[in-house]
């Protein structure tokens, strides 16, 4: 089965009105329809009808960063429902950042309650999973990742993973400037297929597995070679229309 490669952009908290208009007009003019890869920009939520308004008629997708474990609408101060996400554009939302889960104290239940809440609603979770440097240098890469996917299997099943896609983001390679190299990345991808694989052959063929952490111009073309990696979520390298557009064509 081919997977499609998508090269997402988490802007975080950063930017203005301004420099969004900016980078997605020079973003959607280097993507055509039709591309064998897929854009995806995940901006801000305040941002996000403004941004998918910008993209009406290109072939650039919209995405949210976070999403709230409830569904519908109710008294939950501060959050945003994947119903609303669709309503803004979305397709895709991230669950389980590193970001979230050290700084927000999202547990693995947690985030497997936000990629159910997120299906529930029509969109696709890009559930986050990985290790921090002290947990690899304690050689329990494995144990971590196992770990924090079969939190969602068990929450939502393996035939959930047939419209998701992992991002296998090393924490000690996210906006360090320090990438994990090809072999490293390409060895925890092929973990978590066969994690998946052992369920169900099928979905595991299909799924998308991107990696996240220092993703580069520089770097993309020799990680997005290796055969386990099917793209990218990139986060400061999002924020520059050339160095994005960069690695989303060797992706392409
Ligand atoms: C991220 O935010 O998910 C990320 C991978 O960031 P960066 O590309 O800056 O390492």
Redesign the pocket.
Known sequence: MTRKPLIAG?W?MHGSLADSRALVDALRAGVTAGAPATMLLCPPYVYLPAVNGWLQGSAVAVGAQDIADKPGTGAYTGEVSGQMLREVGCSHVIVG???RRALYGETDVVVATKFKAAQAAGLVPIA?VGETLEQREAAQTRSVVERQVEAIVEAAGVQAFAKAVI?Y?PVW????GRTATPEQAQEVHAFIRGMIGKRDATIAAGLSILY????KGANARSLFAMADIDGG??????LVAAEFLEIFRAAA
Do not use: P, Q
């Open positions: 988490n975080k950042h590193s970001e986050c991002a983001e390679a996210i906006g360090t996240g952490g220092s993703v979520l990139v986060g400061g390298a999002s």
